[in-house]
């Protein structure tokens, strides 16, 4: 399904004082140890649509890119929705993570990682050119680039 694309130039513009950037993956160590690979890759799509029926979980948009490595970056409204969402019983996360822990984990067939980053907007700068609303503004507000956020150091305020 295609997305529409905007043309021209446009920016993010969150409307909040700043926003959790959260990574996270997987790497098929060894690719031909199959089971493994999909019993850990098989988990994220869950976690995924419990957080799209459940917006108060905190996450604003995600994007997911698929290969040998995985990456899923997404958006959240803070640390500690991120974490009240990893440590909730009723979710699907915290069942995966056990799982991983308790089958995998230290085997070497499958890794797993992340990364989160707290970042303030006004230290953040984000353009798009005749893209889809993506990224941080698909998970925010899309808006057209103008005369005060012309440049980087604008759209910075700097």
Known sequence: ???QVFPGRYTASPDRSDITV???GMRANRWWKLGAVWRTARRMTPMLHHLAAHPEAG?????SWFGRTT?????????????RFAADRDAPHLAAWRDFARTAQGSGDVGVWHETYQVPVADLEAIYADMPAF??????????????NNTARQRLGR
């Open 1 to 3: 399904m295609a997305e």
């Open 22 to 24: 959260f990574l996270i």
């Open 59 to 63: 996450m604003l948009g995600a994007r």
């Open 71 to 83: 990456l899923l970056l997404s958006y959240w409204e803070s640390p500690e929705h991120l974490q």
């Open 135 to 148: 990224g941080l503004a698909g998970a925010t507000r899309h808006v057209p680039i103008s005369a005060g």
